[in-house]
Antibody
Framework: EVQLLESGGGLVQPGGSLRLSCAAS????????MSWVRQAPGKGLEWVSA????????YYADSVKGRFTISRDNSKNTLYLQMNSLRAEDTAVYYC???????????????WGQGTTVTVSS | QTVVTQEPSFSVSPGGTVTLTCGLN?????????PSWYQQTPGQAPRTLIY???TRSSGVPDRFSGSILGNKAALTITGAQADDESDYYC??????????FGGGTKLTVL
């Protein structure tokens, strides 16, 4: 069974940093692109970032570019999101998701984690 | 700035058919945008319904189908059931690894 389990969320002050992790199992991790999607309280879903299967391509929404870094460790089947210079508007549930088709993030995702909550507040 | 548009809300009668759409503020949606569709109920993680325009995700009943209708992507639900009452989101691939979500459609079954 394909599973994704996020961790690392919590309360952080504005300007602070946090690293999210997503542990994957049940599929050949390195063969698939992975994405992060977030949802602010009471708001819709927002695509945040994606990474190719071999990590040779990383992609970001304008809202997080320069502050967030996506990475992966294929030997550990784990996806990461390093979040720096956090703002109140980054407060959200963060989901990791597996690409539906292959190593390049294009076709949409097919499996989601349960999410981890990030709260940016003083 | 590219904006992906969806109807804010829609209603359908039990057993009825509804088509939700996903468009662009400028231009037409084609299969090159690889539209995908997601269902979300409050407090739950999203569930994938359709990816790459019309491929149903594993376990999704064939009541759900994806297509291109005119200049928009479309999600059609036939034989609507009470538990189809959810928020529905589309995503379009913009190229260079970037995807954008629509604002979502709140579907009511009544």
């Amino acid at each position: 069974e394909v599973q994704l389990l996020e961790s690392g969320g919590g309360l952080v002050q504005p300007g602070g940093s946090l690293r999210l992790s997503c542990a994957a199992s049940g599929f050949t991790f390195s063969s698939y692109a992975m994405s992060w999607v977030r949802q602010a309280p009471g708001k819709g879903l927002e695509w945040v970032s994606a990474i190719s299967g071999s990590a040779d391509g990383t992609y970001y929404a304008d809202s997080v570019k320069g502050r967030f870094t996506i990475s992966r460790d294929n030997s550990k089947n784990t996806l990461y999101l390093q979040m720096n210079s956090l703002r109140a508007e980054d407060t959200a549930v963060y989901y990791c998701a597996k690409d539906s088709y292959g190593a390049y993030p294009r076709y949409g995702v097919d499996v989601w984690g349960q999410g981890t909550t990030v709260t940016v507040s003083s | 700035q590219t904006v992906v548009t969806q109807e804010p809300s829609f209603s359908v009668s039990p057993g009825g058919t509804v088509t939700l759409t996903c468009g662009l503020n400028s231009g037409s949606v084609s299969t090159n945008y690889y539209p995908s569709w997601y269902q979300q109920t409050p407090g739950q993680a999203p569930r994938t319904l359709i990816y790459s325009t019309n491929t149903r995700s594993s376990g999704v009943p064939d009541r759900f189908s994806g297509s291109i209708l005119g200049n928009k992507a479309a999600l059609t639900i036939t034989g609507a059931q009470a538990d189809d009452e959810s928020d529905y989101y589309c995503v379009l691939y913009m190229g260079r690894g970037i995807s954008v979500f629509g604002g979502g459609t709140k579907l009511t079954v009544l």
